[in-house]
């Protein structure tokens, strides 16, 4: 069912959410956040290659094993900073490995340069990454647009929900994280943010967008309670990859809680999912409560439990076809050392994997029949003083 929206409550929405977000932001962030602080090296500066002088492949032996080696010589314009316009020369060298996936630079690619210092004031210039992130924009440019396109004025909404979704990620819990704050309370509070606020964006405040949320943080709850017992049973530890141990290495001290970490990315991995499963519960109810207005609570819930049977399996899908394809190149390398399926699954990289896939998935499950619980609980109350008016 289409609602009008008002102009006052949607803009208000809007700048309690930024006000909000702006509030928290400060608050989970500290002086112990070490973002930023473990810098390694620069970027380098940013240029783009004139013509390329020379391609070399070289082999060296140590012992009994050779190494091959290509080296690229290439000039470059800067196109940033002090030298910017000033034309360099540079090398890229490639081992065996890199000679198998990194591309040679062409002429007009555009790169970052990293300066060595030489003794005697010279600089020798390396190639670096190339520059990815003027194709990243304008993919997302390509998004939004298409968004705009086929949404309109919902096109809109959902851009700034998105918007508005990834600032409460990366400039409230990350902070947050990184200060030493409670893991787990910042989760809750920035879900509860994020439900809230894109379901009053999205559909304004409705019963179906309230039937929605509570639906969608049992179902999140669901999982975090999972997730929070799975790992004292299974003794995960929370260094589970290079990336964790890395990142507990930086400072001993802090005693970072890697567990709250794994819980964080599981509960937020789950939030989109099962926010999508309660407002398609939650609309489908709305519209047929529209046409039999009538309906006893038990055949709300039971179409309810309809409808969510057919969701699930693509929902439960997604989710676990998302943490395997993300992880693909590491399961293989796993399985080429290990001797039996038995032994992955005890890894305990693979076991958090498995973990994060099926607790987002019982979450999913559990929104369906607690989004038709509160749909049907507010949409009979409303029908109840509808018809005592009428008495």
């Known amino acids: 069912m289409s609602v009008k929206r008002r102009p006052l409550p949607y803009l208000l929405t809007i700048l309690l959410s930024c006000l909000v977000l702006y509030g928290a932001g400060k608050l989970a962030d500290g002086p112990d956040n070490f973002l930023f602080t473990q ?98 924009l304008g993919l997302v440019a390509v998004f939004f647009l298409l968004m705009l396109l086929f949404g309109r004025m919902q096109g809109l ?61 049992g179902g999140v709850c669901v999982a975090g309670l999972l997730t929070v ?71 709300l819930l039971r179409s309810g439990l309809r409808i969510g049977r057919d969701i699930m399996g693509t929902m439960a899908n997604t989710l676990i076809l998302a943490y395997v394809g993300s992880s693909l190149s590491l399961i293989l390398l796993m399985l080429s050392y290990q001797n039996t399926t038995a032994s992955l699954f005890n890894l305990e990289f693979i076991a958090t994997e498995v973990l994060q896939a099926l607790a987002g998935s019982i979450g999913i499950l559990f929104t369906i029949p607690l989004t038709a619980i509160s749909t049907g609980l507010l949409y009979r109350r409303r029908q109840q003083r509808l018809q005592n008016k009428q008495v």
């Open 39 to 136: 810098r390694t090296g620069e970027q380098g500066t940013k240029a783009q290659v004139v013509d390329v002088l020379s391609d070399e492949d070289t082999t060296q032996d140590y012992e009994t094993v050779s190494f091959a080696q290509r080296t690229v010589t290439f000039r470059a314009k800067f196109l940033e900073g002090d030298k910017k316009g000033q034309v360099v020369r540079a090398t890229q060298t490639m081992d065996t490995l890199q000679m198998q996936a990194v591309h040679a630079v062409e002429k007009g690619d555009k790169l970052y340069l990293t300066a060595a210092h030489k003794a005697d004031g010279s600089d020798d210039y390396i190639a670096g990454n190339f520059v990815r992130e003027n194709w990243l």
């Open 229 to 299: 017992f799975m790992n004292s049973a299974m003794k995960i530890s929370g260094l589970v990859d290079e990336d964790t141990f890395m990142l507990a290495s930086q400072d001993p001290s802090r005693n970072l809680d890697l567990l709250g970490i794994i819980f964080a990315a599981i509960v937020i991995g789950a939030l989109g999912a099962t926010m999508d499963v309660s407002m398609s519960i939650s609309s489908s109810l709305e519209e047929l409560l529209i046409k039999v207005p009538n309906m006893s609570f038990i055949e």
């Open 157 to 217: 909404n959902t851009i700034l929900s998105l918007v508005l979704t990834c600032a409460a990620v990366f400039t409230v819990l990350v902070p947050a994280i990184a200060s030493g704050r409670n893991i787990y309370l910042w989760t809750v509070l920035v879900c509860l943010f994020i439900v809230v606020m894109t379901l009053s964006i999205i559909t304004g405040f409705t019963r179906k967008s309230a039937a929605a949320a509570l639906g969608c943080l």
